[in-house]
């Protein structure tokens, strides 16, 4: 007999039907649609953070449509033979006792490469023969491997719920458990919880019986990282300016000059005509903050620099944009990362030539041209003992 006071909270209060999901009215119209236009696609894939309701809704939609659930998840292994011997047979063959069948493969992007050889392709063909809806789940539904199966299967987001909503879900489990909180420490969980309900009903359960002005020293912020393909969705995509769009490059994990070239690369794929037009201006100021920033040290401005970096860009367009665009990875990186190569072997030869004529590497730096006329001497470049790519920069003609 199962212990009910040992099941997690975040299990035991799992939703059961699209009512009891909260904050994702957007996504369960969208999983509606689905149901109802099936099979003109065979799979949905639920995409969004930890914690926003992601499996909740998997088995919602079983709830709602009397199916039964068989789910592969992120413990099993998931490879061509895993699928093709478990998945493949279920998904053609009827339920013994249901009226209809779930497909659920949870946390996809945690297929290995390696561990999971083939699963992927596998899954990919079963979508082609399923006789059932198939409910894939991702946390980063666009990464590069995933290209064809967004293709294939209909893609509904589940955004970050909002903390509000998160308190209110906490409230209701307080009732039902019987447990005395303060509002400041659920409101403190709520926040810090930054939208993952699991995480916050987890430290809820934990720390119910510890309420003390102490308490939240226990419970740290959430880590997560949010890849750069969401934020800029989040900007090109969303017209809202909102909380969210002003931070929202807070969760990438990733310097402030490469967010510059990631949006920089991308402006012209989203926007056309006056908008890419608005769009590149409010990044040029965004560009004039983070120079005075560099000069001036003045440390204030950085509001001011990822403002117009993401709201500022985000609000040259009067209407959300849906449908999933294919972001590119900027391409100056590597024209900066070539130019470094170029300038590295440029110091060595410089270096090598003032240690040799006792001057300094700033002056022969300066003189460069002059230098490079001079080390076309042979026996000059085995006295300063240049290597072959030392050597074959020097030759390189001039572009």
């Not at 019987?178 to 995480?199: F, H, P, Q, W, Y």
């Not at 890419?276 to 509001?303: C, K, N, P, Y």
């Not at 849906?322 to 024209?335: D, E, Q, V």
Request: net charge positive.
């Amino acid at each position: 007999m199962i212990d009910m006071k040992n099941i997690p909270w975040c299990e035991k209060y799992r939703a059961k039907c699209f009512d009891d999901i909260r904050g994702q009215d957007l996504a369960i119209d969208k999983v509606k649609l689905f149901l109802k236009q099936f099979p003109k696609k065979k799979a949905v894939a639920l995409h969004g953070p930890p914690g926003v309701g992601k499996t909740s809704l998997a088995y919602a939609i079983a709830s709602e449509t009397d199916a039964e659930v068989l789910e592969l998840n992120a413990s099993d292994f998931r490879n061509k033979a895993k699928i093709g011997e478990i998945i493949g047979p279920a998904s053609r063959q009827k339920s013994l006792f249901a009226k209809s069948k779930i497909i659920l493969i949870d946390e996809v992007d945690g297929v290995s490469a390696m561990k999971d050889r083939g699963g992927l392709a596998e899954l990919l063909a079963l979508l082609d023969k399923s006789a059932f809806p198939i409910i894939i789940t991702a946390n980063d539904i666009w990464a590069s491997k995933f290209n064809v199966l967004r293709r294939k299967a209909e893609v509904v987001q589940l955004k970050e719920v909002d903390y509000k909503v998160v308190l209110k879900i906490m409230m209701d489990v307080c009732e039902k458990e019987n447990v005395v909180v303060t509002g400041e420490v659920l409101k403190s969980i709520a926040i810090k919880a930054k939208g993952d309900i699991r995480a916050a009903l987890n430290d809820l359960q934990m720390l119910s019986k510890m309420d003390n002005p102490e308490l939240m020293k226990e419970v740290g912020d959430r880590n997560k990282e949010e890849s750069i393909f969401s934020a800029l969705q989040n900007v090109f995509q969303g017209a809202k300016i909102d909380d969210k769009m002003i931070r929202v490059y807070d969760e990438v994990n990733m310097p402030i000059d490469d967010i510059f070239l990631w949006v920089e690369e991308n402006i012209p794929v989203a926007y056309k005509g006056k908008e890419l037009s608005r769009a590149f201006e409010a990044l040029s100021l965004a560009d004039v903050f983070r120079g005075r920033i560099r000069r001036q040290r003045h440390w204030r401005f950085m509001v001011y620099e990822y403002f117009l970096l993401g709201a500022g860009i985000a609000g040259v367009k009067d209407y959300d944009r849906s449908g999933w665009t294919s972001y590119k990875k900027p391409s100056r990186i590597l024209k900066i990362w070539l130019q470094n190569q170029r300038a590295a072997k440029k110091k060595t030869i410089c270096q090598k030539y003032a240690k040799v004529c006792h001057i300094s590497t700033k002056t022969a730096m300066k003189d460069f041209m002059l230098l490079k006329i001079i080390l076309q001497n042979s026996e000059i470049r085995k006295q300063l003992d240049l290597s072959m790519d030392e050597i074959a920069y020097l030759d390189k003609p001039a572009s």
